[in-house]
């Protein structure tokens, strides 16, 4: 992890496209502008991990779904 220093103001560049720059320091709280291209998701880490978790469970076979696939393929006598 590179960690930098920035004041008020000041802004880091990544890759030539996106932009972070501190707008405030209040105590514990900085408040940071992001500038990025429209195709850049940008999420706070709380929201991400929350949406990869609701992709791998809508991802995931439900048991019950499964075995009703299961007696489906087997047709109605089995």
Not at 10 to 22: G, N, S
Request: hydrophobic share 40%.
């Amino acid at each position: 992890m590179l960690v930098l220093s920035r004041k008020k103001g000041e802004t880091i560049v990544i890759q030539d496209q996106i932009e972070l720059t501190i707008l405030s320091v209040e105590g514990d709280t900085v408040k940071v502008g992001i500038s990025a291209p429209k195709h850049v998701d940008i999420f706070r880490k709380e929201v991400y991990l929350s949406i990869q978790e609701a992709n791998r469970e809508s991802a995931a076979p439900q048991q019950s779904d499964l075995n009703a696939l299961i007696h489906r393929l087997r047709g109605p006598n089995n």
